[in-house]
């Protein structure tokens, strides 16, 4: 396997990485108030990403740098194309990581409530438009034979591109649920897990749409791509896990779909990076855009010797705070 | 405005901005970590109150200096895009490499940190925010590695068949001299940053007589950095001087509005007038032999003018004028210069009153410590202004101009919108940033009694 291959399926696992640790974030940021009934339940909620939500979106950052310095030309393209999307993409994210500390300054109830609406607001526009900027990426996107983007705005927002993010936004939702249900107790936790039981059937049909669309997007033939099948029964089990309140098992699972939802597309993907409708000698692939072997040999070898370590020492900070939260903690009498 | 100018002021208003948040992570990140282990090695309360004290105003930056750094990662793509084609291959490897080897290091530990008191033994709670502080410096290393580049390119080679420069030795890139003084550069800017607001917070505390055991403390600890640190940082600055004149000397030309060539050279505190139109201000105060010293550190030494430089270039890159924005450049220089001179006298004002001391009760010095806190952001500013705004009109000295690196398929509108829409949200976040930095800057100090287990270390970090 030449190390153009390599580096698609890196910027893969980054992506799908991605995804799955900040898609739980993302539900957290979501949920945080719709599952609480006053402050500390809220403080409880959004407690269980602490520590961890900031390292989680590192990765976001890694793959599109991971983009730039392996296949500039899919990096160029693409971030200059999705120009006004990744511009509110940002926006959302600042307004999120910020809301986080924020929130937890204000001073009034009324402050703290915008804080939060903004975090919730951000939680949801960022994997709505990521979502629609991959899916674009399979869709196909005017592309000239300079490589530059030659479409507008409005010609992002394509049906089955609009579809990924909504697919996206759904499962962020049902991942987070799993997730705070496996990191809280009490009421908090009852609620997450009535969340989800009920929630599961829907984000169910949406993925299995999603993995359906998918495929006859990428038009390779009749035969089922295992990924995008792994998607329909990861999800069904999800559900099934969920409806039996097996808190452990329905996270794991959502962690399966989330990850099958995101290689299935990339695997569509592959060979290309970006796909054109002006045809297929426009397209841009991972040969047509990709770096010199000297930098691809340089960041392998990198990327081989760093990402162990920092695999390493996430997880050692997940386990260090894997403990379940409860509300007293968060109970301050000089508060609210 | 054409988009070239619409693209360049966001970038400029975006990584000016980014650059106020981060001196501060870096040289706060590191002296946080000094007096946590001042508390550690001697086991005394005021230095575990001072930790946590300056722990929140780190943590507070950061949330702001982490989400305006995805803007700057993104913008290349963006507003870039050819740029990024051309170059993405040697310039997007040390980003790449940040990435990985340092900010997941720096996001993950400093969750840890927050989170990780009374619940990790204390030495491994210690190794946390050295690894923050080093994360955050590491970090700097690799993007100043990356425009360095920019300034001065090295290790690469021209691929016949597609005429882009492609890395053929990184090696080279990282022992860059514009890198490496620049680099060193930087840090000592960053920590004289972090030591500048310390004093300052400090000298508010002092002046209201609140906690000044505590805080005489954390003055002095600054004072004992910030000196030390500026000598260093006016050394190593014009060094890197030396180096530029040499790789890009039309930076260093414009930065004396030096138009016709010169043997020895004066420096000129200050004029009135000048810029590109015009060729003659009136210069003020010019010490002789300065510039000679700062451009090529000889008595006597050779500075060659713009008039003749601009000639030089025309005939090696075509037609065209290759002399950047002198006024800004004249002007960006001295700033930079004259606010570290005031930092300096201020440090040593500081330590003569520290030999007396009379350092907690000298009210002048304590005032004028707490205006100090201005002065080294505009430092900083001016700094990058002078080594930015020199590089004009190239984007990569020598390989690709400014005007060339944009992105052909943005319009006109969707940079307009996108530079308002960042002006208002980051003007938003300075202002929130700025009111919760004074308060947690006024407040009182946190109690050093050993909280009960689970709690935040700093007030509501994330509560």
């Given at each position: 396997?030449t190390?153009v291959?390599v580096?698609?399926?890196?910027i893969?696992?980054?992506w799908?990485?991605?995804?799955v640790?900040?898609?739980?974030?993302?539900?957290?940021?979501?949920?945080?108030?719709?599952?609480?009934?006053?402050?500390?339940?809220?403080?409880?909620?959004?407690n269980?990403?602490g520590?961890?939500?900031?390292?989680?979106?590192?990765?976001l950052?890694?793959?599109?740098?991971?983009?730039?310095?392996?296949f500039?030309?899919?990096?160029?393209?693409?971030?200059?194309?999705?120009?006004l999307?990744?511009?509110?993409?940002l926006?959302?994210?600042i307004?999120?990581?910020?809301?986080?500390?924020?929130?937890?300054?204000?001073?009034?109830?009324?402050?703290?409530?915008?804080?939060?609406?903004?975090?919730?607001?951000?939680?949801?526009?960022?994997?709505?438009?990521?979502?629609?900027?991959?899916?674009?990426?399979?869709?196909g996107?005017?592309?000239?034979?300079d490589?530059?983007?030659?479409?507008?705005?409005?010609?992002?927002?394509?049906?089955?591109?609009?579809?990924?993010?909504?697919?996206?936004?759904?499962l962020c939702?049902?991942?987070?649920?799993?997730?705070?249900?496996?990191?809280?107790?009490?009421d908090?936790?009852?609620?997450a897990?009535?969340?989800?039981?009920?929630?599961?059937?829907?984000?169910?049909?949406?993925?299995a749409?999603?993995?359906?669309w998918?495929?006859v997007?990428?038009?390779?033939?009749?035969?089922?791509?295992?990924v995008?099948?792994a998607?329909?029964?990861a999800?069904?089990?999800?559900a099934?896990?969920?409806?039996?309140?097996?808190?452990?098992?329905?996270?794991?699972?959502?962690?399966?779909?989330?990850a099958a939802?995101i290689?299935?597309l990339f695997?569509?993907?592959?060979?290309?990076v970006?796909v054109?409708?002006?045809?297929?000698?426009?397209?841009?692939?991972?040969?047509?855009?990709?770096?010199?072997?000297?930098?691809?040999?340089?960041?392998?070898?990198i990327?081989?010797?760093?990402f162990?370590?920092?695999?390493?020492?996430?997880a050692?900070?997940?386990?260090?705070?894997?403990r379940?939260?409860n509300?007293?903690?968060?109970e301050?009498?000089?508060?609210? | 405005?054409?988009?070239?100018?619409?693209?360049?002021?966001?970038?400029?208003m975006?990584?000016i901005?980014?650059?106020?948040?981060?001196?501060?992570?870096i040289?706060?990140g590191?002296?946080?970590?000094?007096?946590?282990?001042?508390?550690?090695r001697?086991?005394?309360?005021?230095y575990?109150?001072?930790t946590?004290f300056?722990?929140?105003?780190?943590?507070i930056?950061?949330?702001?200096?982490?989400v305006?750094?995805?803007?700057?990662?993104?913008?290349?793509g963006?507003?870039?895009?050819?740029?990024?084609?051309?170059?993405?291959?040697?310039?997007?490897?040390?980003?790449?490499?940040?990435g990985?080897?340092?900010f997941f290091?720096?996001a993950?530990?400093?969750?840890?940190?927050?989170?990780?008191?009374n619940?990790?033994?204390?030495?491994?709670?210690l190794?946390?925010?050295w690894?923050?502080?080093i994360?955050?410096?590491?970090?700097?290393?690799f993007?100043?590695?990356?425009?360095?580049?920019?300034?001065?390119?090295?290790?690469?080679?021209?691929?016949?068949s597609?005429?882009?420069?492609?890395l053929?030795?990184?090696?080279?890139?990282m022992?860059?001299?514009?890198?490496?003084?620049?680099?060193?550069?930087?840090?000592?800017?960053?920590?004289a940053?972090?030591?500048?607001?310390?004093?300052a917070?400090?000298?508010?505390?002092?002046?209201?007589?609140?906690?000044v055991?505590?805080?005489g403390r954390s003055a002095?600890?600054?004072?004992?950095?910030?000196v030390?640190?500026?000598?260093?940082?006016?050394?190593?600055?014009?060094?890197?001087?030396?180096?530029?004149?040499?790789?890009?000397?039309?930076?260093?030309?414009?930065?004396?509005?030096?138009?016709?060539?010169?043997?020895p050279?004066?420096?000129?505190?200050?004029?009135?007038?000048?810029?590109?139109?015009d060729?003659?201000p009136?210069?003020?105060?010019?010490?002789?032999?300065?510039l000679?010293?700062?451009?090529?550190n000889?008595w006597?030494?050779?500075v060659?003018?713009l008039?003749?430089?601009?000639?030089?270039?025309?005939?090696?890159?075509g037609?065209?004028?290759?002399?950047?924005n002198v006024?800004?450049?004249y002007?960006?220089?001295?700033?930079?210069?004259?606010?570290?001179?005031l930092?300096?006298?201020?440090?040593?004002w500081?330590?003569?009153?520290?030999?007396?001391?009379?350092?907690?009760?000298?009210?002048?010095f304590?005032?004028?410590?707490v205006?100090?806190?201005?002065?080294p952001?505009?430092?900083?500013?001016?700094?990058?202004?002078?080594?930015?705004?020199?590089?004009?009109?190239?984007?990569?000295?020598g390989?690709?101009?400014?005007?060339?690196?944009?992105?052909?398929?943005?319009?006109?509108?969707?940079?307009?919108?996108?530079?308002?829409?960042?002006?208002?949200?980051?003007l938003v976040?300075?202002?929130?940033?700025?009111?919760?930095?004074?308060?947690?800057?006024?407040?009182?100090?946190?109690?050093?009694?050993?909280?009960?287990?689970?709690?935040?270390?700093?007030?509501?970090?994330?509560?």
């Amino acid at each position: 396997m030449t190390l153009v291959n390599v580096w698609f399926i890196l910027i893969a696992v980054l992506w799908t990485g991605f995804f799955v640790l900040e898609g739980f974030d993302f539900g957290v940021g979501i949920l945080h108030r719709y599952l609480s009934r006053d402050e500390p339940d809220r403080r409880t909620v959004i407690n269980t990403i602490g520590p961890l939500w900031d390292g989680n979106e590192v990765w976001l950052v890694v793959a599109g740098a991971a983009m730039f310095a392996a296949f500039p030309g899919w990096y160029a393209t693409m971030f200059s194309a999705f120009y006004l999307a990744l511009a509110l993409v940002l926006v959302a994210l600042i307004l999120r990581g910020v809301s986080f500390e924020f929130r937890g300054h204000a001073r009034s109830a009324r402050t703290r409530g915008i804080w939060s609406s903004l975090l919730i607001a951000g939680s949801i526009v960022a994997p709505f438009l990521l979502g629609v900027a991959l899916g674009d990426l399979l869709r196909g996107l005017p592309i000239g034979s300079d490589q530059e983007y030659a479409g507008t705005f409005f010609d992002l927002l394509q049906p089955y591109a609009l579809w990924v993010g909504v697919t996206l936004v759904a499962l962020c939702v049902l991942h987070g649920s799993t997730f705070i249900a496996l990191k809280t107790t009490g009421d908090v936790r009852d609620r997450a897990k009535r969340l989800a039981r009920r929630a599961a059937p829907f984000v169910a049909v949406v993925v299995a749409v999603y993995a359906i669309w998918t495929h006859v997007i990428a038009d390779k033939g009749v035969l089922p791509n295992p990924v995008e099948i792994a998607a329909i029964l990861a999800v069904v089990a999800a559900a099934w896990f969920a409806g039996q309140g097996r808190d452990g098992w329905a996270f794991t699972l959502t962690t399966i779909v989330m990850a099958a939802v995101i290689v299935s597309l990339f695997t569509e993907l592959f060979p290309r990076v970006m796909v054109s409708t002006n045809g297929s000698a426009t397209d841009l692939t991972i040969s047509n855009t990709a770096s010199g072997s000297y930098t691809l040999k340089l960041m392998t070898i990198i990327f081989v010797l760093i990402f162990p370590v920092v695999a390493a020492y996430q997880a050692w900070s997940y386990h260090t705070f894997r403990r379940r939260l409860n509300r007293t903690e968060f109970e301050n009498p000089t508060e609210e | 405005m054409s988009n070239v100018d619409l693209a360049r002021l966001q970038f400029a208003m975006t990584s000016i901005y980014h650059f106020l948040f981060v001196p501060v992570t870096i040289g706060l990140g590191f002296l946080t970590a000094v007096l946590q282990t001042a508390w550690y090695r001697r086991g005394d309360e005021a230095y575990l109150r001072l930790t946590k004290f300056f722990g929140t105003l780190l943590v507070i930056n950061i949330a702001v200096g982490v989400v305006t750094g995805l803007v700057q990662e993104f913008q290349f793509g963006m507003n870039w895009s050819a740029y990024s084609r051309l170059v993405g291959d040697i310039f997007g490897a040390p980003l790449a490499m940040e990435g990985l080897a340092a900010f997941f290091l720096e996001a993950t530990f400093l969750g840890v940190w927050i989170f990780g008191w009374n619940r990790l033994p204390r030495r491994l709670h210690l190794a946390t925010i050295w690894l923050v502080a080093i994360g955050a410096a590491l970090s700097a290393a690799f993007i100043m590695a990356a425009n360095s580049w920019m300034q001065h390119p090295v290790g690469y080679e021209t691929n016949a068949s597609t005429g882009r420069p492609q890395l053929n030795d990184i090696w080279a890139v990282m022992t860059n001299p514009v890198f490496l003084w620049g680099y060193a550069h930087v840090l000592l800017a960053a920590l004289a940053t972090a030591a500048v607001v310390m004093l300052a917070v400090s000298a508010w505390h002092l002046r209201r007589k609140s906690h000044v055991d505590v805080f005489g403390r954390s003055a002095k600890l600054s004072l004992a950095i910030l000196v030390p640190t500026m000598f260093l940082a006016m050394f190593v600055g014009s060094e890197l001087g030396v180096v530029e004149a040499k790789y890009q000397p039309m930076k260093i030309a414009a930065a004396e509005a030096q138009w016709e060539t010169c043997q020895p050279c004066s420096f000129s505190a200050f004029q009135i007038g000048g810029g590109n139109d015009d060729q003659n201000p009136t210069k003020i105060i010019a010490i002789p032999h300065l510039l000679s010293l700062l451009a090529t550190n000889h008595w006597n030494g050779q500075v060659i003018g713009l008039n003749e430089l601009n000639a030089q270039y025309q005939q090696q890159y075509g037609p065209g004028d290759y002399v950047p924005n002198v006024f800004i450049q004249y002007w960006s220089m001295r700033v930079m210069a004259y606010a570290a001179t005031l930092i300096l006298f201020l440090g040593l004002w500081g330590l003569w009153l520290i030999h007396r001391g009379t350092l907690e009760r000298s009210r002048r010095f304590l005032w004028l410590s707490v205006w100090a806190v201005l002065l080294p952001f505009i430092m900083n500013t001016a700094g990058w202004m002078l080594t930015e705004n020199g590089r004009q009109p190239w984007l990569v000295q020598g390989i690709m101009r400014t005007t060339d690196g944009v992105s052909p398929s943005v319009g006109t509108s969707s940079i307009v919108v996108s530079l308002i829409v960042f002006f208002l949200l980051y003007l938003v976040l300075a202002i929130v940033d700025v009111v919760l930095m004074l308060r947690y800057s006024r407040r009182e100090l946190p109690p050093a009694a050993t909280e009960p287990a689970g709690e935040p270390p700093v007030p509501a970090a994330i509560q």
